[in-house]
Nanobody, 127 residues
Framework: VQLQASGGGLVQAGGSLRLSCVWSEGDFRHYIMGWFRQTPGKEREFVAATSSGGVSELYSNFVKGRFTISRDNAQNTLYLQMKSLKPEDTAVYLC?????????????????????WGQGTLVTVSS
């Protein structure tokens, strides 16, 4: 499985970006999908996740109300719509696939539950 993330860039505070993550092969629709982000010197942190059918969503507190995760199973694509961006949102954003068959929040927010990772896309928010 290969995951290709794109859509990052430089944006001013308060602006918006939409990230995409394309799944190259296999049964995308069977996986919980998540977005994480990482900055130099810091651990990877959970941003958002969506269940295999897109019915359930989970967000970290620092993006809740500003970011929206979605997926198109027909197009094997995961999205992250980001609004009201802040300088502290600056990071490399990575998409990942979680093979769990049940929705347990404690596992969904852990990077160790994800088996496949994309290469990431850089988001830079200027003040």
């Amino acid at each position: 499985v290969q995951l290709q993330a794109s859509g990052g860039g430089l944006v001013q505070a308060g602006g918006s970006l939409r990230l995409s993550c394309v799944w190259s092969e296999g049964d995308f629709r069977h996986y919980i999908m998540g977005w994480f982000r990482q900055t130099p010197g810091k651990e990877r942190e959970f941003v958002a996740a969506t269940s295999s059918g897109g019915v359930s969503e989970l967000y970290s507190n620092f993006v809740k109300g500003r970011f929206t995760i979605s997926r198109d199973n027909a197009q094997n694509t995961l999205y992250l719509q980001m609004k009201s961006l802040k300088p502290e949102d600056t990071a490399v954003y990575l998409c990942a696939a979680n093979p769990d068959q049940q929705w347990f929040e404690g596992r969904i927010t852990s990077e160790y539950s994800y088996m496949s990772w994309g290469q990431g896309t850089l988001v830079t928010v200027s003040s």
